[in-house]
């Protein structure tokens, strides 16, 4: 019923119960996640899970907060890991000038190199974006042919038609349950119902009425009910369009 089309069960906040979690997803009604890497360890941990149970699948990538540390030697390596066949995305990859962990250039640069990447392996891709979208849209403009998300969309509508307008998709998380997301909800209601997603970002972003807690994809069904009340349709419409759009993207056929 459910498409988490973005989590990390690698995060050491699942060392204690991660098996058991994940056991419980089909009873919750989730029946799809996307494992979405950070750095290249965490990409080997996520194809793991994927090995592990069926309904999980994995992206391939560095984050920007990680691009200090890859080499050209890099780019090679997430080559070979997007060769397996549950490795269906690029990312999660993009800019972050908010907490810069990286020197910009060096984010542009490393940026930039995974998307020629998603090019060659004509894989989708999974884009990170923090207090840099200038910049984002500089570099991403170079990229139109690829299909692309923006994961956990936040921005303004005319940030939304530019991306839109490429043919690429939106993500909502948590984000959109919490009082001040206006711009995010005018977004929500106004978009194409066929370029839209949800996720969780676990274990980050948990949305009301658990904030504060460890989020996982059993959330899901908080973030889905807000999509159906800003969208005006059930909940059950609401899960499957996100459900049909994040199979469309990242080419999964089963479930």
Request: hydrophobic share 40%; proline share 4%.
């Amino acid at each position: 019923m459910y498409f988490d089309t973005h989590a990390h069960y690698e995060d050491r906040r699942f060392n204690e119960d991660r098996g058991a979690l994940l056991s419980s997803m089909k009873d919750a009604g989730v029946t799809l996640i996307l494992n979405a890497a950070s750095t290249v360890q965490s990409a080997r941990f996520g194809l793991k899970l994927a090995d592990e149970y069926p309904f999980i699948y994995a992206s391939v990538g560095v984050h920007p907060h990680d691009a200090k540390s890859m080499t050209d030697d890099t780019v090679t390596e997430l080559e070979k890991l997007l060769s397996h066949p549950k490795a269906m995305a690029v990312g999660e990859i993009g800019l972050d000038y908010y907490r810069d962990f990286s020197p910009r250039d060096v984010q542009k640069k490393r940026f930039r190199q995974q998307l020629e990447l998603a090019r060659r392996v004509k894989k989708p891709v999974i884009i990170h974006e923090r207090d840099a979208l200038l910049d984002t849209l500089d570099v991403i403009g170079d990229f139109r042919d690829l299909t692309a998300v923006l994961h956990c969309f936040s921005g303004s509508w005319e940030t939304a038609k530019t991306i839109l307008d490429m043919g690429w998709y939106l993500s909502f998380a948590g984000v959109i349950t919490f009082n001040n997301a206006r711009r995010a909800l005018e977004v929500l209601e106004k978009m194409p119902k066929d370029r839209l997603l949800i996720e969780t970002d676990c274990p980050y972003l948990t949305p009301e009425p658990n904030r504060g807690r460890r989020n996982s994809s059993l959330n899901l069904r908080y973030i889905t009910e807000k999509v159906a009340q800003v969208r005006g349709i059930t909940h059950e419409e609401a899960a499957a369009i996100t459900m049909e759009n994040g199979k469309r993207l990242f080419g999964i056929s089963s479930q």
